[in-house]
């Protein structure tokens, strides 16, 4: 098993034991990063984009 993998799933027990397990998107965003740490800023962006709540809704 790859270094990478065995990452993967130490995070994916982690998060299990909190209840909030990794979905194959969340495992497939983590390999990615490790993989590829350029991608790190891109990716990290898009989960803001996707996530975030615009300043205008908080009120």
């Given at each position: ?16 034991m ?24 891109r ?14 809704a908080?009120?």
């Amino acid at each position: 098993m790859s270094d990478i993998e065995k990452i993967v799933r130490e995070v994916d027990s982690s998060m299990a034991m909190e209840g909030m397990p990794l979905t194959n998107e969340d495992r497939d965003r983590i390999r990615k990063c490790l993989s590829e740490p350029l991608a790190v800023d891109r990716i990290i962006n898009g989960l803001l984009a996707k996530h975030a709540v615009p300043v205008r809704a908080r009120k």
